[in-house]
């Protein structure tokens, strides 16, 4: 049977508009199309394949977990699920983990288990929500209603209440918002969809501070940051502010589903038996593939990799801007970069993925003025500079197109 880009159309529910180009195999940080054209690859399934398509460590683990159990329900013990929660356990704040499938699940979970905190300890005046314009916490009902963005919220019926959105790096608009009645305050600690932006030092400080004076817990989601994404094992690390929920999806799993709630003991115990759950949460397979993650990329080689590749990467679409002068300035941490589009070429985030696409790469947006990239964490230097070529080759067509108008 030959699929084409028509048969989406045909039989898929026409809530994404897919690209024209079908991958069918991919090695590293290369894809190949049907027609066997090959693309570098620096969208990394939107900041997934930490560690590229098909790298051997998760290979071999998938297939020999394959050949093992796939599935057992959360009825019985299972063995990889509790591998990887040690080592999360190990490696970060957390003392217990609650696994799912995606990070709005992941979310979705640390979302009810703040509300219940609140509730059992202080009772059901607390049940403020706060979170952040331009938020981005995944498409269940609560988690877009907890997202910042009317476009992805709104059309649905009657959505959770009780939460507010602050502005993000502006502590005094979270101070306006928050009181005794505040159960948590959500955030990325580095706004991904909303366009890339970091967290000022003194902002993420100053919610830590706010959160802990009004017994509101501080909740992470690092679905997009964790997992070396920005040069630490995750992001909270490198802010000097600890979380008291954090939730980790993603890079989790490098291409196999997988999300993750972290937590404490004492925040934990409010999750009694029966409380919540998952049919799939911790299945074998997304738990060894997983582990096998990440041991690979919890290492100094990975992580200090990750910020090394950051240099060539700024150095290589600043040396395109000098000649081109399409981006007012490249924001982000680690492998989580967004080039910002300037004045005359705003709104075109769009021309340019589309223009790279046609040179043989592939990137992201970040709304319509942040061309993203999010690439694997061990990208080859090779790989890094024949992509910066194709960009640059974008770049020049989308500049004379536009000079041509
Ligand atoms: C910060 C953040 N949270 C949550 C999500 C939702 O994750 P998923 O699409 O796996 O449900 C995303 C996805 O882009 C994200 O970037």
Redesign the pocket.
Known sequence: MQISRSLFDEVMVPNYAPSAIIPVKGEGSRIWDQQGREFVDFAGG?AVNCLGHCHPVLVNALTEQANKLWHLSNTMTNEPALMLAKALVDNTFAEKVYFAN????S?EAALKLVRRVALNNYGPHKSQIIAFKQA????TLF?VSVGGQAAYSDGFGPKPGDIDHAEYNNLDSVKALISDNTCAVVL?PLQ??GGIISPTPEFIQGVRELCDKHNALLVF?E??TGVGRTGELYAYMGLGVVPDVLTT??ALGGGFPI?AMLTTTEIAKHLVVGTHGSTYGGNPLACAVGLAAFNTVNTSAVLDGVKEREQWFREGINAINDKYKVFSEVRGKGLLLGAVLNADYAGKAREFMLAAADEGLLVLMAGANVVRMAPSLVIPKEDVSQGLARFERAVAKVVAAAKAV
């Not at 995606?102 to 699940?105: L, M, T």
């Not at 981005?136 to 498409?139: A, C, N, Q, T």
């Open positions: 939107i995606s990070g709005a699940e979310n981005f916490h995944g498409r988690t990325e991904g969809e989601d679905v997009q999806a993603k999300g």
